[in-house]
């Protein structure tokens, strides 16, 4: 997808698809949408759709489909055993990922149960550059842990690195040093690192860790469900990556893997996943959960309609002007609010675009949730839904006290192909002028805190009347009440 400059100077990405099925949308005015968080208990979890204008909650499973993707969903082969789309699956990640050996699960979060059951054994250890969620739970549940061991820049807020997904190599030599070879379940690099912003992992720096891992004998596991960002990243910035297509930079990252697993519901724009092995032997170990936690080995649990839908979307993902929409997009979108001096994670990433809740709401403290504060008055000024990515995140501690988490971040996704540049300009001004009344946004208090997973089940309420008095200013300036 080219960045094109328009006569008038403004440069803008422009689209190389265009729409042909669409879905209504409606934006509710501003009294509905305060009545909406409020019975939402200000979590933008508990909303419901149809009071959301802009879905920007996540990236999972809510990408939008090719003409080619939807024309293969009629013709699948609905069969148990023996299925001729699942045989058009497998050949598929063969000749991408030239890997011999394909497990098909339901989704990603599958290939992390399967892959920690048999390689993760009490007392082990994963180290990655990041965890994510469902793949520190399921190493944890096998009685590992996880070391993360991402370069220090890596977390730097704001900076100009192009790849802050890179692992810190020199860490990874001390823990083999520390622990023993035999100590490591395997090494987990992670694409398009999700949980510090979907910043990309260098070809460079995974020719480093494959190093270390062929001098420890250590199984090096790719999680390629945002690898598509990372493609288009490497691509545009690694010098050693200009010159070749995607489809050569794809191998070139696989064949430093001994394993791959994705989940389809990012990767190939369809839901599902699957785990592709360089090895028979780790295959034959991993094989028999298939059958017992997902489905026979030729559907893995996925519908044959959303296999034939991925096993196109992960030829289109090989397409330059299709995996680049989602970058651009949100390179846009960041380099717009940071323009206005609106605090943003930098550089753009995959995924979908940060606010630096710390900075943008300096005077709300962390244990009023900010995040989750700025994710409730972004709703309320804009039917924009967004993920809130701080302390309200983190589980209290045993003893009733809260962890404060190290970024308080208000996560914008943006789905491929599924916004107009018009959408993504109608978030950015109401983003600014939320900036510019920031002073009006006050904190969050739970009213019910479920025990687990409070982030997904629990219901806030305002400390004071400050979504009142943000309603009455948005009124004031915008005269009609959209
Ligand atoms: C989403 C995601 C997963 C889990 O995939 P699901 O399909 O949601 O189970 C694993 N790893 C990364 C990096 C992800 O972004």
């Known amino acids: 997808m080219p960045s094109v400059r328009f006569f008038s100077g403004e440069t803008v990405p422009l689209e190389m698809h265009k729409v042909r099925v669409v879905q209504k949308l409606t934006l509710p005015d501003i009294d509905t949408r305060l009545a909406a968080i409020t019975a939402a208990g200000n979590n933008t979890f508990l909303l419901q759709n149809r009071d959301v204008f802009m879905d920007m909650l996540t990236d ?174 490497l691509k545009t910035r690694e010098a050693a990556c200009r010159d070749l297509s995607i489809r050569e930079i794809t191998r070139q990252i696989a064949d430093l893997c001994d394993v791959i697993y994705f989940s389809a519901r990012k990767l190939g724009c369809a839901r599902g996943g699957a785990i592709c092995v360089r090895d028979e032997a780790l295959y034959n170990r991993m094989r028999g959960l298939v059958p017992l936690y997902e489905g026979f080995l030729t559907y893995g649990g996925m519908s044959v309609r959303e296999i034939e839908a991925l096993t196109v979307g992960l030829d289109e993902t090989m397409d330059e002007d299709m995996i680049s929409q989602g970058p651009q997009f949100i390179a846009y979108m960041v380099g717009e609010l940071d323009r206005r001096g609106i605090p943003v994670i930098t550089p753009a990433g995959g995924l979908g675009c940060h606010i630096d809740v710390m900075r943008f709401l300096d005077h709300v403290p962390q244990a009023q949730y900010s995040a989750g504060a700025l994710a409730s008055a972004l709703y309320i000024a804009s039917g924009v839904r967004g993920m809130e990515r701080g302390t309200l995140s983190e589980q209290r501690a045993p003893d009733g006290t809260e962890p404060l988490a190290n970024m308080e971040l208000v996560r914008l996704a943006m789905p491929r192909r599924v916004f107009t540049l018009s959408q993504v300009k109608y978030a950015i001004d109401r983003i600014d002028w939320l900036w510019q009344n920031r002073r009006l946004v006050g904190g969050l208090t739970f009213v019910e805190e479920p025990e687990i997973l409070r982030f997904f089940y629990g219901r806030l309420a305002p400390v004071s009347d400050w979504q009142q008095r943000l309603v009455a200013q948005f009124k004031a300036d915008f005269g009609d009440s959209l």
């Open 60 to 233: 999972s499973g809510v990408n939008a489909m090719s003409d080619r993707q939807v024309a293969a969903m009629m013709v699948a082969d609905d069969s148990y055993a023996g299925s001729a789309t699942y045989t058009r699956l497998e050949t598929r990640l063969r000749e991408i990922f030239g890997m011999d050996w394909i497990l098909p699960t339901h989704q990603g979060r599958a290939c992390e149960n399967i892959l920690a059951q048999v390689l993760v054994t009490p007392g082990s250890i994963v180290p990655m550059n990041y965890h994510f969620t469902t793949t520190k739970a399921h190493i944890v549940l096998n009685g590992g842990r996880v070391e993360e061991i991402i370069h220090a820049r890596g977390l730097e807020v704001t900076s100009d690195e192009p790849f802050k997904g890179d692992m810190d190599v020199a860490a990874l030599e001390r823990l083999v040093a520390e622990h023993g070879a035999e100590r490591i379940a395997f090494v987990r690099v992670e694409a398009g690192t999700n949980l510090i912003g979907g910043q990309p992992v260098s070809l460079a720096n995974l020719r480093e860790v494959r190093a270390v891992c062929d001098r420890h004998g250590l199984t090096l596991v790719y999680d390629a469900s945002l690898m598509a960002d990372n493609l288009y990243f």
